[in-house]
């Protein structure tokens, strides 16, 4: 039987995984199904297990369930402990492997796909919930001038702050902060766009030649990536480049092979 593997979430019906992990198989040879796994909101652990019994070798994990899967796995990797989140598991008769690939699928995307550096760059990172956890290591060691967090609730993001901050300049507060400041990239990492709406930001965040990026993905622009236009943001992106990419290491992590992302990013865009 093929090897059996899934992306879990709530939601999860939007999901493009399913289709990207088809396409990553068929390229290179590799016997393997993948579904989508819609958990309970108050029964992932148990959904998990659920699909361990079943002969299940792997999963992604996305929202709202990235620190859960950090709290399930028995050994991490060093990218997923700084996080202290993980969207990639992979299950052996040793137990729960978690990883973080988010960070590493967001950089190559913004700098090899879209050909944007990140070094002295003033970076604005919207969120710290688990999507923000895997993205702020990987985006300090590209050395920006300055990373701020900035988030509804304070305290979450000053405690982020507080786990990253000997890794580089990095800021946080809550969305008043930052007004009047300007930013050469911003990046949403909230659950917003999920949902049609916008966090509640000030105007005039971009600067000349600036970089809007949601992590969330959909067939017309998220509600931030519009203010963005409306803000005059140079360069618009959603996570969809992110998307294959994060899911191109967990493939690798999973099957041992680094599939092409180039053909599944510009196949997926015309679907």
Known sequence: MAD???????????????????????QTGQDMRYEAILAPMDAFAATVEIFRRRGGKGLNVTVPFKLEACHIS???????????????????????????????????????NLEFPLKAKHILLMGAGGAARGVVLPLL?????????AN????????????????????SGDY??????????VINATSASLYGKLPSLPPRLFAVGSMAYDIMYGVRHTPFLQFAVQQ???HLADGLGMLVEQAAESFFLWRGVRPKTEP????????
């Open 176 to 185: 008043e902060d930052i007004r009047g400041e300007k930013f050469d990239l």
């Open 232 to 234: 005059g943001a140079a």
């Open 4 to 26: 059996y593997y899934a992306v879990i979430g709530n939601p999860v019906g939007h999901s493009k995984s399913p289709w990207i992990h088809a396409e990553f198989a068929r």
């Open 141 to 149: 060691e590209n050395e920006p001038r300055v990373l701020v967090i």
């Open 152 to 171: 509804r609730t304070k305290q979450k993001a000053h405690e982020l702050q507080q786990q990253f901050f000997r890794y580089g300049n990095i800021i």
């Open 74 to 112: 028995s050994r991490l990797t060093d990218r997923a402990d700084a996080a202290q989140a993980v969207n990639t598991l992979l299950f052996s008769a040793d137990g729960i492997s978690g990883d973080n690939t988010d960070g590493a699928g967001l950089i190559r995307d913004i700098m090899t």
């Open 264 to 271: 599944v990013i510009e196949k997926l865009r015309n679907l």
